[in-house]
């Protein structure tokens, strides 16, 4: 069967790829069919009915998520479509910093309209860092830990298809 949703998303050290799972498994539970692929092996969105992006911040900037949808723009336009971004600011409860990284995606889908926008706490393991970035993490005092909160991620994948009437 060909799947009606695409979860598309982007990571460096696996976090984001763990929560974009969740999110097709939770679409699953709810009866749709769904493939859950990395962005950067997605040549076309023909045959999905809507997508959901996904990615995390580097250092103030969402991986390959621009890119990816200046790339299939015209696809996005004719689907519904909703997005996440992951970092480790929305651990600080440090609203500034969360407006800041959210107004990023709501720029990098100003042209979209897409039905839902989120950011998601992600997971910093200190043993998958570079040494330049455990110096970087340090410098800025991030959050290091697994801080994925499952139940806001499954909770945000029903309200995604609720909007999308799915
Ligand atoms: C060098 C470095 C820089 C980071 N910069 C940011 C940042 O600017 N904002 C943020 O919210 N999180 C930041 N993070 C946290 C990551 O977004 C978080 O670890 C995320 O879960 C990584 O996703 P991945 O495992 O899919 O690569 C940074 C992490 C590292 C290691």
Redesign the pocket.
């Known amino acids: 069967m060909i799947a009606r949703i695409l979860v598309a998303y982007a990571?460096?050290?696996?976090?984001?790829?763990d929560i974009a799972e969740a999110i097709g498994a939770e679409l699953r539970v709810l009866g749709q069919t769904v493939d859950v692929r990395e962005m950067r092996t997605v040549k076309s969105l023909d045959g999905y009915e809507a997508v959901i992006l996904g990615a995390?911040?580097?250092?103030?900037r969402i991986i390959e998520m621009g890119k990816f949808v200046q790339r299939h723009n015209t696809g996005l336009l004719e689907r519904m479509v909703a997005a996440f971004a992951?970092?480790?600011?929305?651990v600080s409860k440090d609203e500034k910093q969360i407006e800041a990284?959210l107004e990023v995606l709501r720029v990098m889908f100003k042209s979209i309209q897409p039905v839902a926008l989120t950011l998601f706490a992600?997971?910093?393991d200190p043993a998958k860092?570079s040494f330049m970035?455990k110096t970087?993490?340090n410098m800025v005092k991030?959050p290091v830990g697994d801080f994925r909160d499952w139940v806001a991620i499954t909770a945000w994948t029903r309200d995604v298809a609720n909007k999308m009437g799915l």
């Open positions: 990571t460096q050290k696996g976090s984001t790829a995390p911040i580097y250092v103030g992951v970092g480790t600011v929305p990284e992600g997971k910093i860092l970035q970087m993490v991030s």
